[in-house]
């Protein structure tokens, strides 16, 4: 049950698109459909932001998208804009009912 | 409206025990499963443990097995995690969590609880 990979800071200015990956193995994100990504502003409870590698619910903008390739999921935030500055997590399923997260990555918004 | 409300946080020793316990609205606890994720000061999010619906399935990471254990009272709406043998290590904000589905197999986390925190210390 090793934790995920992320970068632990990506950073944009307004308007521009950033991307954060989150990798892990066979036995986890290549192997299953259920990653999902969260979002964390400081001192606030994590909330859903992706689901099933590329699904949005509703009220998330469509700004934030989701895909998956092999062992890589990856969440991408176009038109950056400046409430979009938190903490990500990547989560999935690791098979035997565990879950794993990744380890965080901090978007800064320049 | 979802509420997830977590208690029994608190200060303890290194080796005693304490329970949580996650107390459920605004929806029917019996018909998903849940979870519980911690936080330690600073740092990133980790699965504790998981049980599904009717509590046949229940597992824990393999940083607490042994030690921790996930139980529900559907009929009292309420989550719980019994922590043994806590260690330094163990100090976290502990959040109570929804699953979207019945299984602790599939789906995600779609409903977080604010955290109680526990730290351990001498």
């Known amino acids: 049950q090793s934790a995920l990979t992320q970068p632990r800071s990506v950073s944009g200015s307004p308007g521009q698109s950033v991307t954060i990956s989150c990798t892990g193995t066979s036995s986890d994100v290549g192997g299953y459909k259920y990653v999902s990504w969260y979002q964390q502003h400081p001192g606030k409870a994590p909330k859903f932001m992706i689901y099933d590698v590329s699904k949005r619910p509703s009220g998330v903008p469509d700004r934030f998208s989701g895909s998956k390739s092999g062992n890589t999921a990856s969440l991408t935030i176009s038109g950056l804009q400046a409430e979009d500055e938190s903490d990500y997590y990547c989560c999935s399923y690791a098979g035997s009912y565990t879950w794993v997260f990744g380890g965080g990555t901090k978007l800064t918004v320049l | ?122």
């Not at chain 2, 977590?6 to 018909?31: I, M």
């Open chain 2, 1 to 122: 409206e979802v509420q997830l409300v977590e208690s029994g946080g608190g200060l303890v020793q290194p080796g005693r025990s304490l329970r949580l316990s996650c107390a459920a609205a605004g929806f029917t606890l019996g018909d998903f499963a849940m979870h519980w994720v911690r936080q330690a000061p600073g740092k990133g999010l980790e699965w504790v443990s998981g049980i599904n619906w009717n509590s046949d399935n229940v597992d824990s990471a393999d940083s607490v097995k042994g030690r921790f254990t996930i139980s529900r009272d559907n009929a009292k709406n309420s989550l719980y995690l019994q922590m043994n043998s806590l260690s330094t290590e163990d100090t976290a904000l502990y959040y109570c969590v929804k699953a979207s589905t019945y299984s602790t197999s599939s789906g995600l986390f779609d409903f977080w609880g604010q955290g109680t925190l526990v730290t351990v210390s001498s």
